[in-house]
Nanobody, 115 residues
Framework: VQLVESGGGLVQPGGSLRLSCAASGFTFSSYAMNWYRQAPGKERELVATVTSAGGSTNYADSVKGRFTISRDNTKKTVLLQMNSLKPEDTAVYYC?????????WGQGTQVTVSS
């Protein structure tokens, strides 16, 4: 299983970023996918989840209405569109899949929201 994130960077408050995660090594269309984040000195937290077919999503209260998770099963990618970014969204963002009862993680991509 391999997960590779991209799309992070530095953005001003109120700005937008789109994160992408390319997956390989498992039957992508059969598994729910997640985005997590970890800010300095804090525990890793679940940000958003999309079901295997993409028909259902779930979000942390802190990002509801601002972030959108989606997936493309033909391209084996999962996206996180982040709008109206706030300084408290600054963190390393990780793509995650629970495959055969084990969690797999990408290397993470840094998102910094600062003026």
């Amino acid at each position: 299983v391999q997960l590779v994130e991209s799309g992070g960077g530095l953005v001003q408050p109120g700005g937008s970023l789109r994160l992408s995660c390319a997956a390989s090594g498992f039957t992508f269309s059969s598994y729910a996918m997640n985005w997590y984040r970890q800010a300095p000195g804090k525990e890793r937290e679940l940000v958003a989840t999309v079901t295997s077919a993409g028909g259902s999503t779930n979000y942390a209260d802190s990002v509801k209405g601002r972030f959108t998770i989606s997936r493309d099963n033909t391209k084996k990618t999962v996206l996180l569109q982040m709008n109206s970014l706030k300084p408290e969204d600054t963190a390393v963002y990780y793509c995650n899949v629970r495959y055969r009862w084990r969690d797999y993680w990408g290397q993470g991509t840094q998102v910094t929201v600062s003026s």
